[in-house]
């Protein structure tokens, strides 16, 4: 059975922001997601957690995703404060928690190009990695990108993508009941767990509106973490599950976030 879902059960108030809670821009925000046998995924997440996989053409998949953005005026949501702007990718599989029954992601970590990541990584044990990050970006006068270049130079995660649009890329989600059930699953997770640096089970919650996605077309890519890790082998990687870009777009995120064992 496809999976169906909908934004109008998904979709919730934003929770008041207080204390050092963040609001942030994310500018070239894109979504990057492979969808690859569910038995690969073994091993990479707790058991209180399952992985959210769905069927295509007759067998389970899980999907994985890619998603690097510019974080724009980060900033506190709740005091005058600096803001600072800086490259960031994440890299996130979707899961469910078997303790609520929420959709949510398994956040292997992320690359981030600012020497604020000694917050996060040392004050936090977030799984948070240095790299630089660059981005060469053309859109068209109706907001298309011509070209999306994305680059991180990094140990941990090195990466580089190349995506395009030109309106004639198709809203194609295998495995989901239609358009509407897979937006819901890739852009609206609003928590993630991770294991910590020091081996603790963490999480985070964030919060945003409907994201206004637009499909997009993928000539290269090459992400060194989800071949380190066996998930996607390199020339899979030129054959992504789906592509999603937004231009720009505001995410509250909502700080410290929790260690739970």
Known sequence: MSLSLRFDQALTERPQPKGIDVLCGL???????????AERFKGLFPDRFQLDSIQVDGQEMGLVSV??????????????????????TNYRIYIIDTQTQERCVWFLGTTLDSWTLLVPRYLWQLPW???????DCEQDAEGRYRHYRMQTQAQWA?????????????????????????????????????HRRDGKLGTYRVWHKELAVSPARLHQADFGLLSRLGLVTPAEQQAPYSVLIEPLNQFTIYLPPKRLD
């Open 27 to 37: 500018k070239h925000f894109a979504i990057i997601t492979y969808a690859v046998p």
């Open 67 to 88: 998603v690097p953005f510019i974080d724009l005026d980060f900033t506190s949501a709740v005091y005058p404060f600096p803001r600072f702007t800086m490259g960031q």
């Open 129 to 135: 990695y240095s790299g630089r990050v660059r981005f």
């Open 158 to 194: 090195p990466a580089q993508v190349s995506l395009s649009q030109d309106g004639s890329d198709p809203l194609d989600f295998p495995g989901f009941a239609d358009t509407e059930s897979a937006l819901v699953y890739l852009t609206h997770p609003l928590a993630g767990f991770y």
